[in-house]
Nanobody, 125 residues
Framework: QVQLVESGGGLVQAGGSLRLSCVAS????????MGWFRQAPGKEREFAAA????????DYADSVKGRFTISRDNAKNTVYLQMNTLKPEDTAVYYC??????????????????WGQGTQVTVSS
């Protein structure tokens, strides 16, 4: 079992920045790839970013590429999502998730076994 707890969400103006954190406990954190997904009201949960267990591989949705950066600190069992140049369309509940799937499948929501409770990010125009 892996327990995930997100934090760092909030209200920010367009163009601003936020850093989300996700602390993991339970199974060996360092052996799992981690992802960030987001869900806006009335929409499906969508992939935002992922990072491999070693941190050497990252992947981003086109909508966030160049603005968001995913990173991890395995010594602290924590994964981060630095979000810069935020836009109103980034408003969503952000979830971190853990997976043991192959790297080629990290964008697929159904490949993730463990999810956090989510943290709200609201970007005002």
């Amino acid at each position: 079992q892996v327990q995930l707890v997100e934090s760092g969400g909030g209200l920010v103006q367009a163009g601003g920045s936020l850093r989300l954190s996700c602390v993991a406990s339970g199974r060996t954190f360092g052996s799992t790839a981690m992802g960030w997904f987001r869900q806006a009201p009335g929409k499906e949960r969508e992939f935002a970013a992922a990072i491999s267990w070693s941190g050497t591989l990252t992947d981003y949705a086109d909508s966030v590429k160049g603005r968001f950066t995913i990173s991890r600190d395995n010594a602290k069992n924590t994964v981060y999502l630095q979000m810069n140049t935020l836009k109103p369309e980034d408003t969503a509940v952000y979830y971190c998730a853990a997976t043991a799937t192959a790297w080629a499948l990290v964008r697929r929501r159904d490949q993730y076994d463990y999810w956090g409770q989510g943290t709200q990010v609201t970007v005002s125009s």
